[in-house]
């Protein structure tokens, strides 16, 4: 008989092949050789009774069965980096690792001075920064907290309400010196506009906003809000920036404004279980401050002088 923590062994062999369908790209992954990811993966098949992998010209491919235990190994690995979180501090020591989910703007924008402020105030306390546009499960303690541009509806999360972020459309000062600005929907139908590709979000949220675009308006198409934002600041066209963001960037200049304005909803979320965790409440209150102050326009409350 085995021990859970050789068990546990077992499945994340598997999730690691699952994800690089490989031993070779598993045992990187996980820092072993390929024999004992190998050894691993015929033990868990010899346990379970059926083979879990075929091979292919394409490397690894995942039998049904396989397919069928990924979510429930997602959840235990979910579970496990959880625990590791829990025990790395005391519930009321400032220390352990609080883990924050966020989009890529938000992660690689506006969160790093407010992250690097807060390290400068606890130090014991280690932040892991999960950049996604997909909504990371709470609930499935997948994050610890997470900053969202959506109301979260499940019951046993805290959300906290930020306030609604305006976004306006903008091009680069030499965009502008070259081209003109458009006033007008319809010069804008001459100009280059920059724009999401298929994100169903997206597609979604510009039809409930009553905005009379498609994908085929945009002449750049990239469901990448960071690639978006890149390519504004290069002077490739037109495209939507968060109005705080954007008055950082003095070349940045505002398009048709007040003609299109959207609105997103800022959230800050945590599950309510972490209520307890004082490392997790500092850095729901720290976010809450620096997040208010970042959507008025105003100075950081923890900004040195």
């Not at 309400?161 to 804008?188: C, D, K």
């Not at 590709?197 to 469901?223: H, K, Y």
Request: hydrophobic fraction near 45%; charged fraction near 20%.
């Amino acid at each position: 008989m085995t021990s859970s923590g050789e068990n546990w062994d077992l499945y994340r062999s598997f999730l690691a092949v699952i994800r690089s369908q490989s031993l070779s790209g598993a045992a990187r992954s996980l820092g072993l050789t390929q024999p004992t990811v190998g050894r691993q993966i015929a033990e868990l098949e010899l346990r379970m009774g059926v083979p879990l992998f075929t091979r292919s010209k394409s490397g690894l491919k995942p039998t049904p069965v396989a397919r069928d235990l990924v979510p429930h190994v997602e959840s235990m690995s979910s579970a496990a980096a959880a625990l590791r979180r829990a025990a790395s501090g005391e519930a009321e020591e400032e220390r352990g690792t609080v883990r924050l989910t966020a989009s890529e703007l938000m992660g690689a924008e506006i969160l790093p001075p407010m992250l690097a402020r807060f390290h400068e105030a606890h130090p014991g306390i280690a932040i892991e920064l999960a950049l996604t546009n997909q909504i990371e499960n709470l609930l499935k303690r997948e994050a610890d907290l997470a900053v969202r541009m959506v109301r979260p509806e499940q019951a046993a999360l805290v959300a906290r309400h930020i306030g609604p972020v305006p976004i306006s459309l903008y091009a680069h000062r030499s965009y502008a010196e070259r081209h003109g600005v458009p006033t007008t929907f319809e010069e804008f139908a001459n100009h280059t506009a920059i724009g999401f590709d298929s994100s169903p979000w997206a597609i979604g949220f510009m039809a409930a906003q009553n905005v009379p675009v498609t994908r085929e308006f945009f002449q750049l198409r990239t469901d990448s809000d960071m690639a978006q934002l890149g390519a504004l600041r290069a002077g490739y066209g037109i495209g939507g920036c968060q109005e705080p963001l954007a008055r950082r960037d003095p070349d940045l200049v505002p398009v048709m404004h007040g003609v299109v304005r959207l609105m997103l909803d800022l959230w800050l979320v945590m599950h309510e279980d972490l209520r307890a965790s004082r490392r997790v409440r500092l850095l729901f209150a720290h976010l809450t401050e620096e997040l208010t102050a970042y959507l008025k326009g105003r100075a950081p409350p923890h900004a040195t002088p």
